[in-house]
Nanobody, 117 residues
Framework: QVQLVESGGGLVQAGTSLRLSCAAS????????LGWYRQAPGKQRELVAT???????NYADSVKGRFTISRDNAKNTVYLQMNSLKPEDTAVYYC???????????WGQGTQVTVSS
């Protein structure tokens, strides 16, 4: 059973920064895809940023130029650096990983990010 543990959320003012972390219980190389999604109240969960199966990075248009996804292979951790935060970035942020060998997907428990205006 893969475990993903997020941290780094909080309450911040617009224009400031946060860095989210997601520590995986498996080596990062076990995953086809690894990244971040978010869900705002009353809205569907949406992609924020992810490393894809082909090794590329996808960003949601709404975060391009402000958010950066990165990873530390030695620590089995993926990060989301969020700069120039806006109130509309307020959501629960979830880490997601998809195993290579069977395609099973896993979610972390989520971390709340609240951006005040």
């Amino acid at each position: 059973q893969v475990q993903l543990v997020e941290s780094g959320g909080g309450l911040v003012q617009a224009g400031t920064s946060l860095r989210l972390s997601c520590a995986a219980s498996e080596t990062i190389f076990a995953f086809n895809a690894l990244g971040w999604y978010r869900q705002a109240p009353g809205k569907q969960r949406e992609l924020v940023a992810t490393f894809t199966r082909t090794g590329n990075i996808n960003y949601a248009d709404s975060v391009k130029g402000r958010f950066t996804i990165s990873r530390d292979n030695a620590k089995n951790t993926v990060y989301l650096q969020m700069n120039s935060l806006k109130p509309e970035d307020t959501a629960v942020y979830y880490c997601n990983a998809v195993l290579k060998w069977n395609g099973a997907g896993y979610w972390g428990q989520g971390t709340q990010v609240t951006v005040s205006s």
